[in-house]
């Protein structure tokens, strides 16, 4: 069975960096692609970005685009959210993602495409 757990959420400032962590365990790392999801208070759970098996071109939503990136250690069995420029507007429950890669150079953005979950670390970002 696979877990996923999230660390490295926080309390920061606007316009501080944060990095999420995500390890992976229970199978083969290398066949899954990895996603961040959050959830703000009071929304739905919306996609963040994804990476494929390689860690080449990740996927991100606009909002994110040039502030976030998202690497993987493979060796590590570890997924990385790294969050440049935080705004209040990142304020959310993040959530790491995983499910097998079936589709090489599809991108999975969709939450019912992933089938484990972590717990979710807090990220709180204020004025």
């Known amino acids: 069975q696979v877990q996923l757990v999230e660390s490295g959420g926080g309390l920061v400032q606007a316009g501080d960096s944060l990095v999420l962590s995500c390890v992976h365990s229970?199978?083969?790392?290398?066949?899954?692609?990895m996603a961040w999801f959050r959830q703000a208070p009071g929304k739905e759970r919306e996609f963040v970005g994804t990476?494929?098996?390689?860690?080449?071109?990740?996927f991100y939503i606009d909002s994110v685009k040039g502030r976030f990136t998202i690497s993987r250690d493979n060796a590590k069995n570890t997924v990385y959210l790294r969050m440049n420029s935080l705004k209040r507007e990142d304020t959310a429950v993040y959530f790491c993602?995983?499910?097998?890669?079936?589709?090489?150079?599809?991108?999975?953005?969709?939450?019912?495409?992933?089938?484990?979950w972590g717990l979710g670390t807090q990220v709180t970002v204020t004025d």
């Open positions: 993602a995983a499910r097998l890669i079936y589709s090489i150079g599809y991108y999975y953005t969709y939450e019912a495409e992933y089938k484990y």
């Open positions: 229970g199978d083969t790392f290398d066949n899954y692609a």
């Open positions: 990476i494929n098996r390689s860690g080449s071109t990740p």
